[in-house]
């Protein structure tokens, strides 16, 4: 097959029927199509239109001796993956990966089904041609083709015949811009997938911190509610909405309180991207959600709260990226103890991302990510307690990561399963403290708990060599958790999920905790982790995932400057006088002080014990706790 077989401008834009000359494919006629692929020694089937996507089908005939060997290649496929083309090679057919996008809006492939035929001695005859033999294979080629990519992107959880592939719209912006990452943005004064309604506005000032001036230096600006409608596939989807705080225009940051919804889903109410961006000393901020779509069109709506006209809503960037459903399945087990059945999620339940950590390892950008799902692994180093946080390690050089068919690509990428956090390799040390990290999130909710296991340096690679605890906000989830057990030897990831209930309201904190379990004598007084992920289930009485705006910190609220620039509330408040800089000094000591006490004295209970299993109360609200009859879960044996 000739290298410029795959430059022809009109076939990747094919859109036709197949076997006709007439139809005119982008600015070539068909007909010159098939003469120009003939000279090429390739033969033209056709272009079958999909909806979003175009295929142009070509079959390559070489005739010669021996026996008939075929191969199909195609681009604009990217989603393909390991097992769709090993299900290729079961018709005998061998995949072929590449690449090409028209426009932003449009991805396109080519098929070319290329066949080296050669006749046998005993059953070739002087007519015989390839064409000759197989007067249905054309139509034969081309349903296959299609099918058997559809069936492909299936595994993923994608119907490739209506993926849009993802969107991403720089909001405010008037031409279309590309981040620090490599990923293009819409500005949607231009864009085709939503028509702006608001007005743009360009940031007041860049903090230094931001990772890209695209999408943050401008924004889509409302002073009433605004609505976007996104033309999406139905199915599972991360949206992602980046917001930076600034003043836009005549409009102080401050002012910004507002609600959004998207899919008949309260995603933030009344929400303060000032405050919330103060409260966790943050220059910026990207709310990740996954939604299942059940139609051809996301609704997001921005909406100001009420109370005061300066209120305003605003947005600096939206992405939406397709993906696989990768909560439903399988069922987690609920980590609050006495219920250690699986608890099925429903299929159209809502998540917000509250924590993604890389752990023992750096931070992952969006670029490094896999499945193309442009998620951010952040270090798990801030969330550490205390100062026994154990050891960090990479993977030796003579171990693979190698995925099983239980854990696709997608779940995690190989940065995140080439690196861990052990106790370290003092058993003495290691029975007198547990490896704990306290995660901040939103009381009131449940959570999915995700962890990330893949044992990546020998000597562990047998049964009963490590073997831990896992504890969640003091409570038993996983005793004897053996990671060789689990995974089925070194360098093979394997993830576990649990369900955590919190109650109250406000901020809480979420600890996850790791002891080494003595019960079956293990080799090594030891537990490892690679990666963990925090999701928060939405409520089904009011459809929400929201919480509250965070506190500020009170040395912000002393010094008044809520809402104003990050850069500002940094610097430390300077008070006139001696006298009363040792008084603050003295009052911010003290107040530290009594943090580090309950702090300390919430986690003692945790160190090198296992807490008794009871279930905390379900807030309110919420349903009255996982039942065979609960809204949330069902019971396996319901099933």
Known sequence: MRETSWDADGA??????????????????????????????????????????????????????????WSLGWLSFPRLTGRAARGYRRRGLFAEMGEVIVRPTLICQIIVIRTEERAHPQSATPNSTPMANSALLPCLLLLLAIGSLAAADNHNGVDASTDPGPIRLNCGASASATDSDGRAWDGDAVSKLSPPTGAGAAASYQDP?????????????????HTYNFLVSPGRVFLRLYFYPSDYGDRSASDALFSVTAGGVTLLRDFNASQTALALNAAYLVREFSLNVTS?????????????????????????????????????????????????IRADTAFQTMHRLNVGGGAVSPADDSGRLYRSWDSDSPYIFGAAAGVTYGKDSNVTIRYPPSVPPYVAPEGVYATARSMGPDAAVNLNYNLTWVLPVDAGFYYLLRFHFCEIQYPITKVNQRSFFIYVNNRTAQAQMDVIVWSGGIGVPVYTDYLVVTTGSGQTDLSVALHPDLSSRPEYYDAILNGLEVFKLQTYGGNSLAGENPPIPEKQVADGSVGGSKRKTAVAVAVGGAAAGGLLVVLIGCLCA?????????????????PEAVLEQPAHGLIPGPTKSSALFMSAQDK
């Open 209 to 225: 911190s931001l990772p890209s001036p695209v999408p943050y230096m401008t924004a889509g600006v409302f002073a009433s509610s």
């Open 296 to 344: 051809a069109t996301l609704n997001l709506t921005f909406a100001p709260s009420p109370g005061a006209p300066s209120h305003y809503a605003f947005v600096n960037g939206i992405e939406i990226v397709p993906t696989p459903d990768m909560f439903t399945a399988p069922a987690p087990s609920f980590a609050n103890g006495g219920r250690p059945d699986p608890m099925p």
């Open 594 to 610: 009594c943090a580090v006490c309950r702090r300390g004295n919430r986690a003692a209970s945790v160190v090198a014990c296992e």
């Open 12 to 69: 990747v834009r094919g859109s036709g029927s197949s076997g006709c000359g007439g139809h005119r494919v982008g600015d070539v006629m068909e007909h010159e199509l098939q003469a120009e692929f003939r000279r090429g020694g390739l033969w033209w089937l056709g272009a079958g239109h999909l909806p979003i996507r175009r295929a142009a089908v070509v079959l390559d005939g070489r005739r010669g001796s021996g026996t008939s060997a």
